[in-house]
């Protein structure tokens, strides 16, 4: 969806505030790991959209594609992508340009760019464009709507005409001037570089408006979190320093935590005043860094750390190609990424009802699905690699993960138990001591209001339910008193597949089960994830693989620990049980009389 449209949409409620996050590539790949995770945790709170800068020079272009793609398909966060013309011919804009678009991102942000590193003037390369404007003009002479263009506007004019700390009124016009003819020639947005006096960004607002400017003006806030690297950015952008922000970080200027506090106030105030005016945008250069961003957001009553909505049990994809999709099969719950990119090549996604769909094949499993961030692999490390001695020691890890002693979980792509997981953690410890080893579950819910902080989702107004869900591996031994206990409880479905492909279950391939639904004000009924026999056997092959790729292969290649998890993997089946009785059910009984 393009930032433009969801700007126009927000206008029409009453008070809507819209914010929005930048982000830079790192230098390492253990910086990008660790960006991805802060971008998880800051996207949870619903901006409405995330950029990602090109680098100086073309510097990072290939880093920033891939950046892009996955804030797009996996952090799911509508995303805008920067592009330069420093060191870019027309055929390498037009491959950034067919990348993003293939990707389904719709939004750009055109610059010319900064000068390449050891040059002080920025110079048009052969073939290339000299700025902005050229490329404004480009993209919408090739690829005409598709894209959302968002151009930079200068509250103080370009740094380029800045001299001795101020612009000229001719230069500061003819800059205005120019900013018009980027947006007659396509661009529908504005974000503004940084500033910290309000007063020169509201001026710069209605000398904009003025000159026949209409397009939205996202004003741009730099939260300052250390003194030393707010005097080189406001020096490299020749920003104006108010003398009362002079004077209040002198005396503090080497305590970087009062720095930083006095960051967030003044950002808050900032926003306060501009929020005042009538501007409800803010964009917000994070440098990568979540704390002051997110504290200025909590100040201003936008977001609540112990709230965060959702549309979905899982988020929702931007991915222009998969805005439609609204239903899954719940067994990748724990891993929406490895789920996105089994499917990323479908034509169409299941919208409505999951058996309406007609899907070609998920993709096949590759590396991709059991490579992880450095920092988790770490994590997974130091909890889940123990000497293991026996099924108890295997049982002992789900124990401490299900009690929230452990933080990771090798069938987990997300940090420790989830929300809702947290309700039954004592019930899911003490059936995981009995060796039913939970990788995935739900309690079950019968008409919880919709913006309940464990188990609700879909916005303000409506009524959740959930059938109780249970996924676990166990023996060939509890399966068949499970089994036979199942035959007492009608209410109760189930399907067991090993890793050769043995199936045992009492519902037919075809049956489809809703096992979470939503009902909310003037909407049809939700129903945003099922079980589905075909998906299950997809996904069992996955499970399966994860006891080996990723568990037993952290250890030592001759390690006896690592013999036991595949004895594991070979013997145990995969389960998956529903209760459909989600008013009077009770899912774990059955485990006591096993």
Not at 92 to 114: E, F, P, W, Y
Not at 302 to 329: A, G, M, Q, Y
Not at 430 to 442: A, E, P
Not at 522 to 532: C, F, H, L, N, S
Request: proline share 6%; glycine share 8%; charged share 25%.
């Amino acid at each position: 969806m393009k930032v433009i449209e969801k700007i126009r949409d927000a206008a029409t409620e009453e008070g809507k505030v819209v914010f929005s996050f930048e982000f830079f590539p790192p230098k390492t790949e253990d910086g990008v790991d660790n960006l991805f995770e802060r971008m998880d945790r800051m996207v949870a709170h619903g901006p409405a959209f995330c950029d990602i800068t090109w680098g100086a020079g073309g510097s990072t272009a290939d880093l920033t594609l891939e950046i892009s793609n996955k804030m797009q398909n996996m952090i799911c966060v509508e995303t805008m992508m920067h592009l330069t013309c420093t060191n870019m011919p027309v055929e390498k804009i037009d491959h950034a340009l067919d990348t993003i678009k293939s990707n389904g991102i719709q939004n750009v942000l055109a610059l010319r760019g900064d000068p390449p590193h050891g040059q002080d003037k920025f110079v048009q390369i052969q073939g290339g464009f000299a700025c902005a404007l050229d490329l404004v003009q480009h993209i919408r002479a090739k690829y005409g709507d598709y894209f959302g263009i968002t151009v930079a506007g200068y509250p103080e004019a370009h740094p380029d005409v800045i001299l001795n700390g101020v612009a000229t009124s001719e230069a500061y016009q003819s800059d205005l001037a120019y900013l018009k003819r980027k947006v007659d020639a396509g661009a529908d947005l504005i974000v503004t570089q940084l500033f910290y006096d309000t007063d020169i960004f509201l001026k710069f607002v209605n000398d904009c408006r003025q000159i026949g400017i209409t397009c939205p003006i996202v004003p741009g806030i730099m939260p300052i979190n250390n003194y030393k690297g707010f005097l080189r950015m406001t020096g490299f952008c020749k920003t104006k320093i108010p003398s009362e922000v002079t004077a209040a970080l002198e005396p503090i200027k080497d305590n970087d935590e009062a720095v930083k506090a006095y960051g967030i106030h003044l950002g808050t105030e900032m926003c306060k005043k501009i929020l005042a005016h009538g501007i409800k945008t803010l964009h917000l250069y994070t440098l990568n860094m979540e704390k002051s961003a997110l504290a200025i957001l909590m100040n201003l009553g936008l977001i609540e750390e112990s709230k965060i909505s959702r549309p979905f049990p899982w988020r929702r994809p931007t991915n222009v190609f998969r805005v439609k999709e609204d239903v899954r099969p719940i067994f990748w719950a724990n891993r929406p990424r490895s789920y996105i990119s089994r499917t990323i090549g479908w034509d169409q996604y299941p919208h409505g009802r999951w058996s309406d769909s007609c899907n070609p094949s998920y993709g096949g499993l590759t590396d991709y699905q059991f490579m992880r961030p450095r920092a988790r692999d770490k994590k997974l490390q130091d909890e889940w690699v123990v000497p293991l001695k026996s099924i108890e020691d295997v049982q002992e890890r789900f124990i401490k993960f299900c009690l929230g002693k452990l933080k990771s979980s090798p069938w987990s792509e997300l940090d420790g138990l989830q929300p809702e997981s947290k309700i039954i953690n004592e019930l899911l410890g003490n059936i995981n001591s009995k060796g039913f080893l939970t990788i995935n579950s739900q309690p079950a819910v019968n008409g919880e209001k919709s913006d309940s902080l464990s188990v609700g989702w879909g916005g303000p107004g409506g009524y959740v339910y959930q059938k109780a869900y249970l996924e676990f591996f166990c023996s060939r031994e509890k399966l068949n008193a499970l089994v036979d206990k199942c035959k007492g409880h009608p209410s109760l479905t189930y399907m067991a597949v090993n890793k050769e492909g043995t199936w045992m279950s009492n519902v037919g391939p075809g049956e489809v089960n809703a096992v979470t639904w939503g009902v909310f004000p003037a909407r049809e009924i939700i129903q945003p994830t099922v079980v589905d026999p075909s998906s299950f056997m997809v996904w069992k092959d996955e499970a399966f693989e994860i006891w080996s790729r990723g568990w037993a292969l952290l250890y030592p290649e001759d390690d006896p620990s690592r013999k036991l998890l595949e004895e594991v993997q070979n013997s145990h089946f995969l389960v998956s049980l529903v209760d459909n009785d989600y008013i009077n059910g009770d899912l774990f009984a059955i485990f006591m009389e096993v």
